[in-house]
């Protein structure tokens, strides 16, 4: 049986994945699950655009930071992550992925991102120039 995925948005999606389920020879050791649906390209350009503008803006405890540096630090603040000592000194976050989080976890990031823009004067540009939708 090849591996079956798609969106459930209305009912008929549902009748679809039971009898995808129906079909399913219990016996064949499969597992199943159900995950929230993964960000969409609009919300990565949208989270790029925005690390852009605050990595061209903010000074950070007297560093410039470029735009992956602001991803670890606003998925940390979302995430609740923790730091353990570095093997060599320092610390090390133990981090997470963002390309595999929900649209929910990304609205969740973009609500961060833009409380701490508020606070510190930056400046979005233009969604149009981004090619994101605002």
Do not use: C
């Not at 039971?18 to 499969?30: E, F, M, P, R, T």
């Amino acid at each position: 049986m090849t591996r079956p995925s798609f969106p459930l948005r209305n009912e008929m999606d549902r009748q679809r994945a039971i009898a995808l389920l129906q079909k399913v020879d219990l016996s064949a050791g499969w597992t199943w699950s159900l995950k929230e649906e993964a960000r969409t390209d609009a919300q990565n350009r949208r989270m790029w655009a925005m690390l852009r503008d605050i990595s061209r803006q903010v000074e950070w405890y007297g560093q410039k930071l470029d735009d992956t540096d602001w991803k670890h630090i606003f998925s940390a603040s979302v995430q609740k992550q923790r730091a353990v000592p570095g093997l060599d000194g320092g610390f090390v976050v133990l981090g997470i992925s963002t390309s595999k989080q929900s649209k929910k976890w990304f609205n969740d990031m973009f609500e961060v991102m833009e409380a701490f823009a508020a606070e510190h004067g930056v400046r979005f540009t233009t969604a149009n120039y981004w090619g994101i939708a605002a």
